[in-house]
């Protein structure tokens, strides 16, 4: 059979117009798709590899526990320190404490040795005892840091290295007396008696009532009263009294290291005796006035007890008050020991009003 060829082109002809509108929406979508799996700029990021621990490969302090708080001669302060081995190998160590206080000398405690092996975990304990005051090596008053020692050999060995250390500041207190006035100890105290100021200071005026030191301006008059430690032997320290102040306007209390002659020297918080909370930090030495500071208490300090405090070491007198520091001093100081005090009195310099009533200082507790 005769094929008439026009006829075939005219309907392929026809076929192919037929076909474009198909072609090109299969086009679009096939570039439809491919933009959405496969457009530039718009991949997924791959995750990053998840971090890995560092491996630890050491001997090391991994805990540690200190007995915080205030001590006194006699009582006995704790630490405990646990050591773990990474090093991948049994390894012979010695464990060491020391006690730093606030002059930079130095309590060593006898070390440890122990052997651990590879991941093994040990606790120590070492155990201070505070030194009583007639120790050569007496205890200062203040506080005190603490530091936790691994060393490879036996510790004394000049240029030996240290595996680790944890250093503690201000892990405990020390003082060397607690005076909370029970009963009146003559061997450490005695009553003044001459005229300071305005008027006298009288023993009768200073007593002990109630656990409390009481210190008495008597009405009608300009006498007032002082206690004083018998000995001339403080120097460094902290000293701290928890007072509350009588209202007696023109009064003054004062909490203070003192050595005679007048002037020679001295450190001194002075408040008086009113609802102002007007404040003086003093210090004398070699015979002059050295520093001087004044300042107004954010509290009545009539109304209540609060705690009085100087931190004196080598060349540095801080004045506190209710744990706020308030002054520092870093020259003119005293060099020698001196008596501490405490009174109530009026001195020349304010108007000298007698009060009406008694005013009575009260003194809770006295620690340094």
Not at 252 to 276: A, C, H, K, M, W
Not at 323 to 347: A, R, V, Y
Request: charged residues 25%; negative net charge.
């Amino acid at each position: 059979m005769k094929t008439d060829a026009p006829a075939v082109k005219k309907v392929a002809g026809i076929l192919k117009l037929l076909c474009l509108p198909v072609i090109a929406i299969l086009t679009v979508v096939t570039l439809t798709l491919s933009g959405c799996e496969f457009a530039p700029g718009r991949q997924e990021e791959p995750e990053p590899p998840a971090e890995t621990e560092e491996v630890k490969e050491d001997i090391a302090i991994v805990d540690y526990r200190v007995t915080g708080g205030e001590y006194f001669p006699g009582d006995h302060i704790t630490a405990s320190i646990k050591v773990e081995n990474n090093t991948g190998e049994p390894e012979t160590i010695w464990v060491g404490c020391s006690i730093e206080n606030p002059l930079g000398h130095w309590y060593d405690l006898p070390a440890e040795e122990t052997t651990l092996d590879q991941g093994e975990t040990a606790a120590f304990k070492f155990t201070w005892e505070v030194p009583d005051n007639e120790q050569v090596n007496e205890p200062v008053s203040g506080s005190h840091s603490l530091v936790l020692v691994l060393w490879p050999e036996p510790p004394g060995k000049e240029g030996l290295e240290r595996l680790d250390e944890t250093r503690i500041e201000n892990a405990f207190t020390v003082f060397r007396y607690y005076e909370n006035f029970t009963a009146f100890d003559r061997e450490k105290w005695e009553k003044s008696s001459h005229r300071l100021g305005l008027g006298e200071l009288k023993p009768e005026n200073v007593n002990i009532t109630a656990d409390m030191l009481q210190i008495t301006l008597p009405a009608g008059t300009l006498n007032g009263g002082q206690l004083e430690t018998r000995e001339t032997a403080s120097l460094y320290g902290s000293y701290r009294a928890s007072m509350k102040l009588p209202d007696a306007p023109s009064s003054i209390t004062g909490f203070f290291l003192y050595r005679t002659p007048d002037y020679y020297y001295e450190i001194d918080i002075e408040v008086v005796n009113d609802p102002s909370g007007k404040t003086w930090f003093t210090t004398y030495a070699g015979g002059e006035r050295s520093n001087t500071h004044e300042t107004y208490l954010d509290f009545d300090p009539t109304k209540d007890f609060y705690e009085y405090r100087f931190d004196f070491y080598p060349g540095e007198i801080s004045f506190y008050v209710d744990g706020d520091l308030l002054k520092t001093f870093e020259e003119g100081l005293p060099e020698e020991p001196m008596k501490l005090m405490i009174n109530s009195w009026f001195p020349h310099w304010l108007e000298g009003r007698e009060p009406e009533e008694d005013g009575i200082t009260l003194v809770d507790w006295i620690k340094y």
